[in-house]
């Protein structure tokens, strides 16, 4: 039998069975709130003035980004100016930077306010963009219950912060590329 080792997975089952005992708080003003040079850790890939855009920790899809107001406001009339307009603007942007890297074939784009709706942090509205691709739904997640990933979320971030800085000439989050295990005895060969 074979198998396929996914263990982001765990880490989402353990933190969702432990938020009723402990409120962890919104993860998206924690990642703003970080230095920026947390940023790649955090997975904060662009800070604009009122916007956000931050890897989903949990992908449905390699390239699913949450973009969200940088005001902690769960609702859509809860959202004015610059605060409401400004994210769109960004998912835009975001948009076309993925079309160039990933060559989608559409995408799924969308809100859930509210816990009733799916909200996973109702406290802070964000938008999925998950870019989607013809047949890009297989037997893993239907028969599996496994979606396969195929780049891993750091290696992800600095080539998309690296689209967006080259993209937008503003100050995306600059790419912090961690050595490679191994890479110094590879430089000796």
């Not at 835009?92 to 993925?98: K, T």
């Not at 074939?105 to 942090?121: D, E, P, S, T």
């Amino acid at each position: 039998m074979d198998r396929l080792w996914a263990p982001w997975r765990a880490q989402y089952i353990r933190e969702s069975a432990g938020a009723a005992a402990a409120d962890p708080g919104c993860f998206l003003c924690r990642g703003l709130a970080a230095p920026p040079g947390e940023d790649r850790e955090n997975l904060v890939v662009w800070r604009r003035p009122h916007s956000v855009v931050v890897l989903n920790r949990f992908p449905y899809n390699n390239g699913h980004l949450l973009v969200a107001p940088r005001v902690h406001q769960g609702t859509l009339g809860g959202l004015s100016g610059d605060d409401l307009t400004e994210p769109v603007e960004t998912m835009r942007r975001a948009i076309a930077v993925l079309d160039r890297m990933l060559n989608p074939q559409g995408y799924n784009i969308g809100v859930n306010q509210g816990k009733a709706a799916g909200a996973g942090l109702p406290g802070h509205l964000h938008w999925h963009v998950v870019p989607r691709w013809d047949g890009d739904t297989n037997f893993m997640p239907v028969l599996g219950q496994t979606k396969v990933i195929v780049e891993s979320l750091h290696e992800f971030y600095d080539r998309f912060a690296a689209e967006l800085c080259f993209e937008s000439g503003e100050r995306a989050a600059a790419p912090q590329v961690a050595p490679r295990a191994g890479a110094a005895s590879d430089a000796a060969e």
